[in-house]
């Protein structure tokens, strides 16, 4: 399992300096159905959008 997870969406609540993901666990879908070929054919559904300030 990897050890550092790196995210550079920092409106996300589980960013954190030097773009680390914070979050426990981390969902990641395709929305081509069950395989993907590419990054381009997934979505992160782990992402939550920070509250404003």
Not at 19 to 32: E, G, K, M, P
Not at 43 to 49: G, L, Q, W
Request: charged share 25%; proline share 2%; glycine share 4%.
């Amino acid at each position: 399992m990897a050890k550092d997870v790196l995210c550079e969406v920092n409106n996300c609540t589980f960013w954190a300096n030097g773009n680390r993901c914070n979050a426990d666990r981390i969902y990641v879908v395709s929305h081509t159905g069950e395989t993907a070929d590419n990054s381009r054919e997934t979505d992160c559904k782990t992402f939550e959008p920070a509250a404003l300030s």
